[in-house]
């Protein structure tokens, strides 16, 4: 029997949620051309491309949610289907998650000082979870059935959300360990690292949540499509992520340019600089001019 609510219910869900996330990539891509616009045309052209690549998986994603829920409404063995708008998605959620991986590598890259040993491997696990994903749209729009694809194929898609949590765990202690290493005794500049560095932690842990999530519910939801519909807000999430990473640099300035007790050798520990939250402006100092006048009186008299 068709369990209605986990099947189409999922599918429809995941949909509303993806276009939700589809909206704020779009917000922070308008936000990230009006803040940012004397950045690289590379950096400029990688924001085009993600946000062409969410616009055509959210209507992948709404095909597909339209031909479980409208177009074979009522038909229960449809739902073993695999439409090619869904397995499509695959491939882009993958290829939106390579572009990611790509660019906090390049960012690993420049803070170790170019440093080979750990830009590679994560590159070159990127790169098979994204041939991973391939062969799994591949091989899905061959079968066009769920059954037959896990029969056969089950560890393909499994190996590819275990390669994108593999790839988010190795990036985020990266980044992490690289901001910390690079602390300084300057408080307003290690203000800031503290706060990369919790910021880094929290996107890393929310892309690669969302991977581990759809996996454990695509190996142990074997008669519905949770995963599925999970697997929806993956590409959302990754986009958002580096546009989050792109956008925040302008509040990170900001707050670097905010004055803050500043102890920079044990010489100078006498040398502070009192930054009041209270005050948003500088303290101007005026010259006070005080005028004594001397009056002298004499008594002709004497």
């Not at 946000?51 to 031909?67: F, P």
């Not at 177009?71 to 739902?79: L, P």
């Not at 300035?253 to 500043?262: D, E, G, K």
Request: glycine content about 4%; proline content about 2%; aromatic content about 10%.
């Amino acid at each position: 029997m068709n369990d209605i609510a986990r099947n189409q219910g999922a599918l429809l869900l995941g949909g509303f949620i993806a276009a939700g996330l589809s909206g704020i990539v779009l917000v922070q891509t308008l936000i990230y051309f009006k803040f940012y616009p004397s950045d690289p045309s590379i950096t400029k052209a990688l924001v085009s491309v993600i946000w062409m690549l969410d616009i055509t998986h959210s209507g992948l994603v709404v095909a597909s949610v339209w031909n479980y829920v409208v177009q074979n409404f009522g038909d229960a063995d449809d739902i073993n289907n695999i439409p090619e708008t869904l397995a499509l998605t695959i491939i882009i959620t993958a290829v939106l998650t390579y572009l990611v991986h790509c660019y906090l590598a390049h960012r690993i890259f420049l803070l170790s000082r170019r440093n080979w040993f750990l830009t590679v491997p994560m590159l070159f696990l990127a790169t098979c979870r994204l041939c991973s994903a391939s062969a799994t749209s591949a091989e899905m729009i061959r079968l066009r059935t769920f059954s037959t694809f896990k029969a056969d194929f089950r560890w393909l898609f499994s190996l590819g959300l275990a390669l994108s949590s593999i790839v988010d765990i190795l990036i985020t202690l990266c980044l992490c360990f690289l901001l910390q290493k690079n602390r300084t005794n300057s408080l307003s500049l290690d203000r800031i690292i503290d706060a990369l560095i919790l910021y880094t932690f929290e996107v890393g842990s929310l892309t690669c949540a969302g991977s581990i999530t759809s996996m454990i519910c695509w190996l142990t939801m074997n008669n519905n499509l949770i995963f599925m519909g999970l697997h929806f807000v993956i590409g959302k999430l990754y986009a958002n992520s580096l546009l989050s990473v792109l956008n925040t640099r302008y509040e990170l300035r900001r707050q670097r340019r905010v004055p803050a007790v500043n102890v920079e050798s044990p010489q100078r520990r006498n040398s502070f600089q009192f930054y009041n939250p209270s005050m948003n402006s500088d303290i101007h100092l005026q010259h006070v001019q005080i005028n004594v006048e001397k009056s002298v009186t004499y008594d002709h008299s004497a």
